[in-house]
C-alpha cells in the first residue's frame, strides 16, 4: 500500500502464476479509513497484527461471516453448497461496480481478471440497461453525433 501515490498493488492468488498484479486506486474515503488505522500499527509494523499472522485469512472471514449470523451454507438440490464466503464479496463488488458503469477494462486493473473472468461474474439488471442507455445518448448528444 503506497498512500502517497494512492495505490494498493496485491498480486491475486488466482493471477499469481501468471505475475499478473492488481492495482487498487485508494478513495478519498478509503484514504481516511486507511490513515486511521495506521495509527493501530504495533512494533511489527502491520496494522492490525493480530489478523495479519493468520495463516488462513479465508477461514478467519469466513468465521467473522458465520459470527455476524450470516448462514454460509445451504442444501440445494440435496448437496451442501457455500451461499456466502469471501468470493461472494468479490461477485458483489464486480457486480455492482460494472453495473454503476466501471468499463470492464478498469474492473480488469483492479481485480487482476481477465475480461471473460469478469463477464461471469456479471449480472445486469433492467435498470443498469436503461442507465447504460441514457448515458450513451447523453454522450452522443453531447457531441452532436
Known sequence: MDLDAGLITVTPAKTKRFGKLARIPISASLRAQLELACGWRDSSGYVLPEIAVRRDPVAT???????????????????????YGT????????NETLNAGMSMKEASL??????ASLESYLHIDTQGVLDAIDRGLEATTKEGV
Not at 87 to 94: E, T, V
Not at 110 to 115: K, S
Open 87 to 94: 468470493h461472494s464479496f468479490r461477485h458483489a463488488w464486480i
Open 110 to 115: 483492479i481485480t487482476g481478471d481477465n475480461i
Open 61 to 83: 472471514a469466513n468465521k467473522l461471516i458465520e459470527d455476524a449470523g450470516i448462514r454460509r451454507q445451504a442444501s440445494v438440490d440435496g448437496r451442501n453448497v457455500c451461499r
